[in-house]
Structures are given as structure tokens and as C-alpha cells.
């Protein structure tokens, strides 16, 4: 899998969005981009995923930029219950493989 | 609709007593099932899959075992517990599949704590 890299930290105001960003600059053109997150002493949640286009759920919206070496994931009106642990993974998805997570960026959200 | 079960949610044991955490999934057949570590304050890591029964896969030398004798039933175990072995421990199945919506789902959880 490719490595990424995400900021350890970040604060967000209640309310506002919160744009986490990753950094995969040697992603591989068959490799998708994973976000999950972890509520603190839960198992993880997945989030979003996606290859190259912009993806947009009820959770979140994913933005991959066209060289594909960084994504962002928006959470448009965060609450206090997003405040967690977010994991960007890149990985292939044709056949098995296994998913490893990196230590992620933690977001606190403010009142 | 599927489930992922595991227990117990909490275990302190002492030093170089066993261990056997278990986890089942309901819902699904012929799972992808997988074990996660984290230690306080770190990232998850992966210390075991398996693809089928029988079928077991570590990826970090250690003093687990994993095994799996049913379908949807994956067990972590050790003989002797160290003070490193500590951690909340999860367990994760997905589906087979070809189609690019692979995703895991994890367990709640258990905290050990081996003193």
C-alpha cells in the first residue's frame, strides 16, 4: 500500500467545516483512497472512499485532487460527536488485501 | 442484516496467565477476518488475518495466536500473557468481493489489561 501522511492534529468551532487533508504522492493509478474514523475506545468507522472523482455521502464529501497525490475530507457542519480519530488508507481493491492504518489525524471539535 | 460480536469488553489478567478473546460475525458467509492491537495512544496494527477456516496469517512475530474453527469465528489467544501485551484489541471482518466497495467493520472492542 501507499504511505500517507496527515497532520497529528487539528481543532474545529462546532458548526464549521472541518477539511482534513492527506498527502499519498505515490499512489498507485488502481489504488482508492479509505477514510475511516475512530471514536475514542470504538472500533472504526468507515467513511468514504474513492479513485479519482469527487465522492459525497451522508457522512462526509471526498475530494481527490487530478493528480490524485492528495485528498480532503470534509465534513460539512461538524458536531461534537465527530470529534475522533480520522484515517486516510490508500490501497488496491481487486482481490484480497489487507488494510493498514497509519496514526491518523485527531480532530477535536469546540462549542 | 450482519454483526460482529466480540467479548469480553474489558479483561485484566495477570502476567503469564492465558488468554482467549473471541469474535464472531453473524449475517455474512465466508468473511475476511482480521485482528487489530492498539496500544495507548497509537495507531492500530494488524496482527492477524485469515481468508478461510483454517487459514491464518500473522503479520507480526509475537506471543498471540489466532486461529479460526468455524466460518465466522475467529479466535486470539496466548498461553502466557506479557506486560506488552496489553492494549484494546479488535476484530474486523469484510466481505469477499471483487466489486471497489471493500470496506471493514470492527468490532467494539476489548480493553486488556495485564498487570
Known amino acids: 500500500d501507499a504511505k500517507t501522511t496527515q497532520p497529528t492534529s487539528m481543532d474545529c468551532a462546532e458548526g464549521r467545516a472541518a477539511n482534513l487533508p492527506c498527502n499519498h504522492s505515490?499512489?498507485?493509478?488502481?489504488?482508492?483512497v479509505y477514510w475511516y474514523r475512530q471514536i475514542h475506545s470504538q472500533g472504526p468507522q468507515y467513511i468514504i472512499h474513492?479513485?479519482?472523482n469527487n465522492e459525497t455521502n451522508e457522512m462526509a464529501s471526498l475530494i481527490i485532487t487530478e493528480d490524485r497525490k492528495s485528498s480532503t475530507l470534509i465534513l460539512p457542519h461538524a458536531t461534537l460527536r465527530d470529534t475522533a480519530v480520522y484515517y486516510c488508507?490508500?490501497?488496491?481493491?481487486?482481490?484480497?488485501?489487507?488494510?493498514?492504518f497509519g496514526t491518523g489525524t485527531r480532530l477535536l471539535v469546540s462549542p | 442484516s450482519q454483526t460482529i460480536h466480540q467479548w469480553p469488553a474489558t479483561l485484566v489478567q495477570p502476567v503469564g496467565s492465558p488468554l482467549s478473546l473471541e469474535c464472531t460475525v453473524e449475517?455474512?458467509?465466508?468473511?475476511?477476518l482480521y485482528w487489530y492491537r492498539q496500544a495507548a495512544g497509537r495507531g492500530l496494527q494488524l496482527l492477524f488475518y485469515?481468508?478461510?477456516?483454517?487459514?491464518i496469517s500473522s503479520e507480526v512475530p509475537q506471543n498471540l495466536s489466532a486461529s479460526r474453527p468455524q466460518d465466522r469465528q475467529f479466535i486470539l489467544s496466548s498461553k502466557k500473557l506479557l506486560l506488552s501485551d496489553s492494549g484494546f484489541y479488535l476484530c474486523?471482518?469484510?466481505?469477499?468481493?471483487?466489486?471497489?466497495?471493500?470496506?471493514?467493520?470492527f468490532g467494539s472492542g476489548t480493553q486488556l489489561s495485564v498487570l
Open positions: 485469515s481468508v478461510g477456516i483454517g487459514q
Open positions: 505515490t499512489i498507485s493509478g488502481n489504488e482508492y
Open positions: 474486523a471482518w469484510s466481505a469477499k468481493q471483487t466489486a471497489t466497495n471493500e470496506k471493514l467493520f
Open positions: 449475517g455474512t458467509s465466508n468473511p475476511n
Open positions: 474513492g479513485l479519482k
Open positions: 488508507i490508500v490501497r488496491v481493491t481487486t482481490g484480497f488485501q489487507k488494510l493498514v
